[in-house]
């Protein structure tokens, strides 16, 4: 049983339980599924009457809390005890060794995303400009990837269609034409 957890989960496993969640959330409470709003919330929680943007009942969303909790939890648990099997093709490999990065033991490269690289201005890029990006564009999207692909793309949202077919575009042009100047740093 414990080999099961110890391995990433095949698409045929994994996809269905999350593609269930929305109609069992919909069904059930008709609750729609996303992450991004969670800060909100915590915003609403910590300083209740900051602006009217923040004032109102938070305690009606604490099942979205207790999902976010779930994953920082799940993600904390996997990160201590767990070993991360990240299986990369050949030819992935190649083009990651061609952009001069040799250590690709771990979930990430060790030359970007390791305790020894913090300070350096690669992995502040990486990690506090990515992180600024993906809030802001949460934010200025009017959701997050997970709330546009799993729920509004399953409710026909015309809005997420868009904003998914952004997130690929953007996804690729980073790839290929701003990933290679960052690691280059």
């Known amino acids: ?20 969640m929305v109609p069992l959330l919909l069904l059930i409470d008709g609750k729609q599924f996303g992450l ?3 800060l909100r919330h915590i915003c609403s ?11 109102y009942d938070w305690k009606k969303e604490r099942w979205n809390l207790l999902v976010f909790a779930g994953i920082l939890l799940g993600g904390a648990i996997a990160g201590l005890f767990l070993t991360p099997t990240v299986n990369l093709s ?16 771990g979930i990430g490269p060790q030359e970007i995303f390791s305790w020894e690289q913090v300070g350096s ?22 959701g997050c990837t997970s709330g546009h692909a799993i729920m509004g793309l399953s409710m026909m949202n015309w809005p997420s269609l868009i ?4 997130f690929f575009i953007g996804g690729l042009l980073v790839t290929h034409l701003l990933l290679p100047f960052l690691i280059a740093l």
């Open 1 to 20: 049983m414990f080999e099961f957890l110890w391995q990433p989960w095949p698409w045929y496993v994994s996809g269905p339980l999350i593609g269930l």
């Open 36 to 38: 991004s709003s969670n």
């Open 45 to 55: 929680m910590c300083v209740p009457n900051a602006s009217p943007f923040f004032n």
């Open 90 to 105: 050949a030819a992935t490999l190649e083009d990651l060794k061609a952009l001069g990065l040799q250590n690709l033991s």
């Open 121 to 142: 201005l690669r992995t502040l890029i990486f990690v506090v400009m990515g992180g600024f990006l993906v809030g802001f564009g949460s934010r200025y999207g009017d």
């Open 163 to 166: 904003a998914i077919v952004g």
